[in-house]
């Protein structure tokens, strides 16, 4: 379920992951969704912001993602260490020496 | 009260009223019962002859307590009237809940359209065959794999003459 | 060992059916994500981090050659090339979409495996002994009865949707416990009762987690056909009345402990006098069916004895280290490490997945097995074959001789996975992993559990290393928390906390100088966790903080 109501604190972003794939996702300029990061749209405009949630909310009701919710960002990067670990994958993947 | 939406017909009258409380002193017969799902079965042990039916509560479809609830009715105290599981349940446990004890799940009528008389059949088709024994039932996964191989353990064995 | 017979095949390829029905279901709408996610957890499907991951269950850690080919074959099909192997011997794949899972378990479904209840509020996969059937230790061979269980738990009418997950390990050795009986929410011991006969101690409320708890004894012998109808009335007592309002304190251990053991115990009997044990227990009948599918293998007489010295030096030492002695003279339990220093501990590729197939065919009655220690084995080896055994091995890249020694690390994903991780736990163990690089150093070390955790859940046993490191993370900062002493065998204990946590850096060297003080401490065949025991935790806090 989403925990979209936003508290949150500077520029928003939107993420979640693709119902399909698994893959995170962030909600871009135009309101689709993008696997990496630097698409986002991060917002302090809270008319866009509850635009971001409608759309969001949507999203997950015709099951294109699940689990939508808002992070903080700071300097264009998410605050939470969590969130900066999703923009970028895993610092060590086996997958990689294969 | 939600509409009473019995996926397996039973007998049940669809209006039943449903007491929440309790009064263990009647002795008149009682239409239905309705318990939460910490019910002390004690409690109600002596009056369990006179109940036409039970009503168990599933506040969450994740609270798996009423399962317990229905075997020890049927199992331990021997109750054979109506047993319905009541709230929060998904097609996925149908099965589960008939082999506990269970003739019925009701659920409100609104999550019909969701999950659809069909899908609460369908799920229930999914299965014919349990590995707990004592959960095998007509209605549901009928056959027991631990006595289905005992059995054909033991016509094999029947087979030789010489172990009669 | 077991193969299923039809009943077993129909049973989980209907399960199989009944999943690609949900996520069908869950693709076009009809079950919201909050209804599909216990059902997808229950078929060992969980959301991570970057993506899903899909946990396969390895029953007791046992895999046929064809089984660990078809692990290969996921993990080369709908994978990124190789898998992990967890502490509780069941094996993960990072990157699997939703769309191909059904597939996934079809083509598990095809050798006889599946990934049920590998998560979820359930009864999990059932853990055992890496060397059952192998060891000298053994009282019996605990697979039978794992696999008994396996069967009992599957799809559990009851038991399904429990106040939280439910784990059981098994061991047919007490006196060696290479299973970790005492942190499972259930363990078993087969043990012997006063007449000689063969039955089992049962022991609840253990766990790792937030809320570490060394189990006790439930009931001291428990005969054979007394065991299901005992379990199903200690799941009915935990499923009535284990906590449901709060997620970190619904297992078993917290009810426990909130009850008191007598207490338990005595709810537990209650239960189990109204039982009509007879309709629940599993005959001798049966239970001698699925033992026989784990009868000895016909063991060859004629081998000679092995002469080591005229062998290479390398193979001199990871004989030395990762081959252990067999109940049958001649023979021999080969470990295979999974812990090269510079990838996470437990990963596997596909690659070797299919070489340490063949190795299995060519030398090991075609069985491996996955240990908790996130590493495999092949149980049953020709001591003449050993030599072509290593040889395999070095061609597939998977000779570390490391076994129980300091570079054999447990290690949890962390935060390059996990999506509820605080801190990364990889990199601290491919750090230390380095930094003790030395073979010679290693051995004279000595046997020494490292185990690291990427947040308080505890998957990397962290409590019950001998060095249990806890990652966390501060304002976006990762440090660690040291834990010593911890015991994870039939001597079971929960590692001291240390003080203050460290920076990865910092921890390493102050790894190093616990060890370095072990070394100068240690009296004659002394471990690093006799020591730690004989001289005390302040001392050894003292030596990790030196520097600081
Ligand atoms: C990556 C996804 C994983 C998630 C989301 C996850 C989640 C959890 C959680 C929430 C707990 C604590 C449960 C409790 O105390 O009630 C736990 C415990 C545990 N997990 Fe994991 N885990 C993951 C991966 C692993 C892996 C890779 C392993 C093995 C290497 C593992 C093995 C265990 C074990 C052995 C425990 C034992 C602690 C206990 O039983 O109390 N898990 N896990
Ligand atoms: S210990 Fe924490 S970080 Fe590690 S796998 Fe378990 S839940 Fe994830």
Redesign the interface.
Known sequence: ?STLKHKGKGPQAMTA?E??????VWMTKDFGWSRDYRDALLTEDEATIERMDEVARAA????DV??AYFIDTVDGKPA???E???TH???????E?? | MPTLELIRPTGVEADATLPLDFDASRNDDIEALRLPPDADLSQIEDALPRIKSIFVAFDAFTDGRGFSLARLLRQRYGYDGLLVADGQLIPDQFAFALQCGFDAVRVAEGELKRHTPEAWTDALDAFDLTYQRGYAVAAGPATNIFDARLTAMEAGQTADPFSV | MYRYDEFDATFVESRVAQFRGQVERRLDGRLSEAEFRPLRLMNGLYLQLHAYMLRVAVPYGTLRSDQLRMLAHLADRYDKGYGHVTTRQNMQFNWPKLEDVPDMLSDLASVEMHAIQTSGNCIRNVTCDPYAGAAADEIEDPRPLAELLRQWSMLHPEFSFLPRKFKIAVTGAPTHDRAMVRAHDIGIEVVRGVEGEVGYHIIVGGGLGRTPVIGQTLRVFCPKDELLPYLEATMRVYNRFGRRDNKYKARIKILVRETGIEEFRFLVDEEFKALPASKIMVGQAERDRIAAYFAPPDYANDIKAFDLSAQPEAFRKWVDTNVVPHIQPGYAIVNISLKDPDRAPGDITADQMRAVADLADAHSIGEIRTTHQQNMVLAHVRQDELRAVWDGLVKADLEDANINLIGDIICCPGMDFCALATARSIPVSQAIAERFNDHARQQAIGEMQIKISGCINACGHHHVGHIGILGLEKAGVEFYQVTLGGDATQTAAIGDKMGAGFSQDELIDGIERIVDFYMGQRTEGERFLDTYRRLGTPAFKEALYADA
Not at chain 1, 19 to 24: E, F, I, W
């Open positions: 379920m992951n119902l399909r794939s698994g893959l995170s997950e009701l015709v099951n699940v689990g939470r260490y969590r900066r670990f999703r994958g895993p610092t060590y993947d086996t997958a020496l294969i």
